[in-house]
């Protein structure tokens, strides 16, 4: 069975820095396509950031705006989202998701098959 944890969520002030965590089982990241969704309270589910299994390709959502790096530790079968210059609107719950066997639009939640249970971000202003 595939399981995915998010750690890293806090509270912070405008202009700091947060990096998640999305540690996985079952399934080699690898080999796999991942990616980092958020949702706000009351909004739905957005794609943030995503990392192609073949190669080194990474996408991003154009809110992003070179404030976010996602990257992928192969030894420790990690997901990892730097993120800077926080901002009080990406206040969310941040979700890891990963897709092996028949990966999608990378920006399309349904892409996914696997997904953890969130780490929270706040952002103060």
């Known amino acids: 069975q595939v399981s995915l944890v998010e750690s890293g969520g806090g509270l912070v002030q405008v202009g700091d820095s947060l990096t998640l965590a999305c540690i996985a089982s079952?399934?080699?990241?690898?080999?796999?396509?991942m990616a980092w969704f958020r949702q706000a309270p009351g909004k739905e589910r957005e794609f943030v950031s995503a990392l192609e299994r073949s190669g080194t390709t990474a996408h991003y959502k154009a809110f992003v705006k070179g404030r976010f790096t996602i990257s992928r530790d192969n030894t420790k079968n990690a997901l990892y989202l730097q993120m800077n210059s926080l901002e009080p609107e990406d206040t969310a719950v941040y979700y890891c998701?990963?897709?092996?066997?028949?990966?999608?639009?990378?920006?399309?939640?349904?892409?996914?098959?696997?997904w953890g249970q969130g780490t929270q971000v706040t952002v103060s202003s």
């Open positions: 998701a990963l897709e092996e066997t028949a990966p999608g639009p990378v920006e399309i939640a349904s892409s996914y098959t696997y």
């Open positions: 079952g399934q080699p990241v690898s080999t796999s396509l």
